[in-house]
């Protein structure tokens, strides 16, 4: 075969085993003629089988020639010097060499004289056509069809559900438009559906060895790992269950990411048993996508324990190709507790530091947040059930300030807390890779961060709706509550 890139080049010997002395120029090898201009490539014997030229005469073993045996035909057209078959004769390019399409198609297509025909069919890539059976119910199968399988179907039915509507069919270049691809893929597949029907939509046969890995080692794979644990642990490794199927564990990880299964992964989750979780979700979201007219809406939360961490050793600053190095063990010098509202408007952050996270603590920030709002507005606080949140001198004090108003979050529901998303930056941002000597320089570093985050604040966008969110709680109660689980 033609010499590729990444490929040797092999020195002069004996002939191999068509005929052709193994240091003689291939009738596939791309080189240029004695004026200096480049010679175009040309096809080899199987592709010249497919593209219906003639055959050049090839020796046996026995010195006889003879003539490699017939292939399926591609569309036929002669690939000579600047042209390219009558659909492809404004895609010549300037050195002779065939359009990109048609070089990528004689790849494709070019096979060993001897070598044994690769199988129609799906390889380790596609995974079986048919699913295997779980639990009772079919395995829906990810990421089983290329993008090109995809195309020439769409091509067709592009096709055809035009014929249907008794409208005027569309051309290559509005369909090729349409499905964000190329005017000869469309060209292409469409002209083997006419040619072939259904059966030129299936793959012609690759190069490479035949596929070694069969339906029932796969559907062993995936039903191993969804409905067994190996002897003395408690999910699958690759290499064990490698072992067990008999096949490579980089062919186990294939199968595993075909079907979107990650054993070595867990996640944990929590159903709030709050009995109004369906009226809380429907007040607090709908602050955020349609707050009341001349009001404030904060969400409030408070970020406790925040310790200040000094490193046993110097950091050691990032370097090219090394990132930045700390020790694991740290000396602590105290903790401080945060206070936050967030303006779900502005994006912007009122903050308090405090010793504590009492009720009285909590009174006494609802102050601050009274002193820095706007007072010709009405003010909704978005909070958690901590108890101190519900104390009755909180209550006492919100008699006292009628334009204030609580709502609260279901139990276990924190993720619809704007703020706390504003304490993942905070974490993220200045306090994981922070160094503190001492609790005034975290007090220090925490003022400043805040001080920062407001001169350049943006909001936090809220996109899903109550019943978006009510709709996948149900659904997800309804998945984990089959008898599979």
Request: hydrophobic share 35%; glycine share 6%; charged share 30%.
């Amino acid at each position: 075969m033609g010499r590729g890139r990444g490929h040797r080049r092999r020195a002069a010997g004996p002939r191999d085993r068509v005929g052709r002395a193994r240091g003689d120029p291939h009738p596939d090898h791309h080189a240029r003629d004695p004026t200096g201009g480049a010679r175009p490539r040309q096809p080899g014997p199987v592709v010249r089988e497919r593209l219906d030229l003639p055959l050049p005469a090839q020796r046996a073993g026995n010195g006889e020639p003879h003539v490699l045996g017939r292939r399926r035909r591609l569309p036929q057209h002669r690939a000579e010097p600047g042209h390219h078959g009558p659909d492809q004769s404004h895609h010549a390019r300037a050195d002779g060499r065939p359009p990109r399409d048609v070089r990528r198609q004689r790849r494709m297509a070019v096979v060993g004289a001897a070598g044994p025909a690769r199988p129609q069919g799906h390889d380790l890539r596609l995974l079986p056509r048919r699913a295997p059976r779980v639990r009772g119910r079919r395995l829906r199968r990810v990421e089983l069809h290329r993008p090109r399988d995809v195309h020439r179907r769409r091509c067709h039915l592009d096709q055809a559900g035009a014929d249907h509507r008794h409208a005027p069919a569309r051309n290559n270049t509005a369909v090729a438009a349409r499905l964000d691809t190329d005017r000869a893929t469309v060209r292409r597949w469409r002209t083997r559906f006419l040619r072939c029907r259904l059966d030129g939509l299936s793959d012609e046969p690759r190069p490479g060895v035949p596929r070694t890995i069969t339906d029932a080692q796969v559907e062993e794979v995936v039903v191993r790992t969804l409905e067994e644990v190996p002897e003395g642990a408690t999910h699958w490794s690759k290499r064990e269950l490698a072992k067990r199927v008999g096949i490579s564990p980089t062919s186990v990880l294939r199968i595993w990411r075909a079907f979107g299964l990650q054993p070595w992964r867990t996640e944990n989750f929590k159903i709030s048993p709050d009995p109004l979780l369906i009226d809380k979700i429907r007040d607090v979201v709908g602050l955020y996508l349609a707050p009341p007219a001349n009001a404030a809406v904060f969400a409030v939360d408070e970020k406790p324990q925040i310790q200040a961490l000094e490193r046993t050793a110097p950091v050691l600053p990032m370097a090219p190709g090394t990132p930045e190095r700390r020790s694991f063990d740290y000396v602590r010098h105290g903790t401080v507790d945060l206070f936050a509202a967030l303006n779900t408007a502005t994006g912007k952050v009122i903050g308090k530091l405090s010793a504590t996270h009492r009720a009285v603590d909590f009174r006494d920030f609802l102050d601050d947040i009274d002193r820095q709002s706007d007072p010709r507005l009405a003010v909704h606080e978005i909070c958690d059930n901590l108890c101190a949140h519900k104390a009755p001198v909180v209550q006492k004090w919100l008699l006292a300030h009628p334009r204030f108003e609580l709502h609260f979050t279901p139990t276990y529901s924190s993720w619809i807390n704007q703020v706390e998303r504003w304490f993942a930056e905070l974490q993220r941002r200045c306090l994981e890779r922070g160094v503190f000597c001492s609790l005034d320089e975290l007090k220090t570093a925490l003022d400043d961060w805040i001080k920062t985050w407001n001169e350049q604040a943006r909001p936090f966008r809220w996109t899903k709706s109550a019943d978006q969110i009510i709709d996948r709680i149900c659904r997800y109660c309804d998945r984990i509550s089959r008898p599979a689980h």
